[in-house]
């Protein structure tokens, strides 16, 4: 296992961009399957205690994700993501906003840009998301930053186990 995998979050409140760089002690294929198939994506992708569901995922250009982070209440708060860029192990772009429960979108949303990339069996994930809105960036990012942080050690603890089987 390699130790000191980079982790970097930065916020620009100016340009309404978050930056994230993660580095995980895993294949690039494992990692990208990590991101692109919702029966691995559902479970990293949420908090704890909370949980992801996805309704459907149809990892295409102009296909789309449709999801819902579950409380242990049972409360689910729905997004929708459509995809509107893909380059197979390397780079794919979506748009994400909130939806209720029939898929109608809370707008403004945010834009985002994940790119893969590995060296020497680490593989290295920049993220970049543009919201198009400084008021929603403000109004989600205290929560956001925390629920990403937490999502990211859960993916880096299930490529772990994933890793050896």
Same mark, same amino acid.
């Given at each position: !296992? /390699?130790?000191?995998?980079? &982790?970097?979050?930065?916020v620009?409140?100016?340009?309404?961009?978050?930056?994230?760089?993660?580095?995980?002690?895993?294949?690039?294929?494992?990692?990208?399957d990590? &991101?692109?198939?919702? @029966?691995?994506?559902?479970?990293?992708?949420?908090?704890?205690? !909370?949980?992801? %569901?996805?309704?459907? !995922?149809?990892? =295409?250009?102009?296909? %789309?994700?449709?999801?819902?982070?579950?409380?242990?209440?049972?409360?689910?708060?729905?997004?929708?993501?459509?995809?509107?860029?893909? /380059?197979?192990? /390397?780079?794919?772009? !979506?748009?994400?906003? &909130?939806?209720?429960?029939?898929?109608?979108? @809370?707008?403004?949303?945010? @834009?985002?840009?994940?790119?893969?990339?590995?060296?020497?069996?680490?593989? =290295?994930?920049?993220i970049?998301?543009?919201?198009e809105?400084?008021?929603?960036? @403000?109004?989600?990012?205290?929560? &956001?930053?925390?629920?990403? =942080?937490?999502?990211?050690?859960?993916?880096?603890?299930?490529?772990?186990?994933?890793?050896? =089987?």
């Amino acid at each position: !296992m /390699t130790n000191n995998l980079l &982790f970097d979050f930065t916020v620009d409140k100016a340009a309404k961009t978050v930056f994230i760089t993660r580095e995980f002690d895993a294949d690039l294929s494992l990692v990208w399957d990590a &991101f692109t198939k919702a @029966e691995i994506l559902d479970q990293w992708v949420a908090p704890k205690p !909370m949980s992801s %569901k996805t309704k459907y !995922m149809d990892f =295409k250009v102009g296909g %789309k994700r449709f999801y819902a982070m579950v409380s242990p209440e049972g409360q689910e708060r729905w997004a929708i993501q459509e995809y509107t860029s893909i /380059t197979a192990k /390397t780079n794919f772009k !979506m748009y994400n906003a &909130f939806a209720d429960k029939n898929e109608n979108p @809370e707008l403004p949303g945010s @834009e985002w840009d994940h790119t893969f990339s590995e060296q020497k069996g680490t593989t =290295k994930v920049r993220i970049t998301i543009y919201n198009e809105s400084l008021e929603r960036l @403000e109004r989600i990012l205290d929560g &956001f930053t925390q629920g990403m =942080k937490m999502a990211l050690n859960n993916l880096e603890n299930l490529l772990a186990t994933l890793s050896k =089987k």
